[in-house]
């Protein structure tokens, strides 16, 4: 194991219903520290961008849509194993898959309306992290 930064996003539906101090607690309480976050409004082009890898699947313009229905908080984590933990935190994509205990399984509205993103590999996660900061914003 490593010490890896991987990239979190807080999705507008939980954003919405005021989840991001109970989102922030998990991630703090199971070891990995937010060395960066900012709460923005991703445009339409942005969103698209950010998830250019999805852009052939059936849900990209759905999911694209949601993501720019309020403000976002992108942040940067930072801990040993810092990809899978963070995906270990938030549980499967769909919520009805997740574990107890995940933040999807705890707050997750729907497949599409997952509560979070993190990053899924060291080469995502750099691309990812440039995507929304720079090397200034990001304070270990
Ligand atoms: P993850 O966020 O767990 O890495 P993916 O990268 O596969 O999942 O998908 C990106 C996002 O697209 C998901 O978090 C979810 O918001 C949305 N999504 C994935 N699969 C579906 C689906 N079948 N229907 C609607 N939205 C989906
Ligand atoms: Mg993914």
Not at 75 to 81: C, K, S
Request: proline share 3%; charged share 25%.
């Amino acid at each position: 194991m490593a010490i890896e930064r991987t990239l979190s996003i807080i999705k507008p539906d939980a954003t919405r219903r005021n989840l991001t101090g109970q989102i922030n607690a998990r991630f703090e309480e199971q070891g990995l520290s937010i060395v960066a976050q900012k709460r923005i409004r991703l445009t339409l082009e942005q969103a698209q961008a950010f998830y250019d890898v999805h852009k052939e699947r059936a849900f990209f313009e759905d999911l694209c849509n949601f993501m720019i229905t309020g403000p976002v908080v992108a942040q940067v984590l930072v801990g040993e194993d810092a990809i899978t933990k963070n995906r270990d935190i938030m549980g499967a994509t769909n919520p009805a898959n997740a574990d107890e205990g995940t933040i999807r399984k705890d707050f997750a509205e729907s497949i599409e309306a997952n509560s979070v993103h993190g990053s899924d590999a060291p080469e995502t996660a750099a691309k990812e992290i440039s995507f929304f900061f720079s090397e200034l914003e990001i304070v270990g």
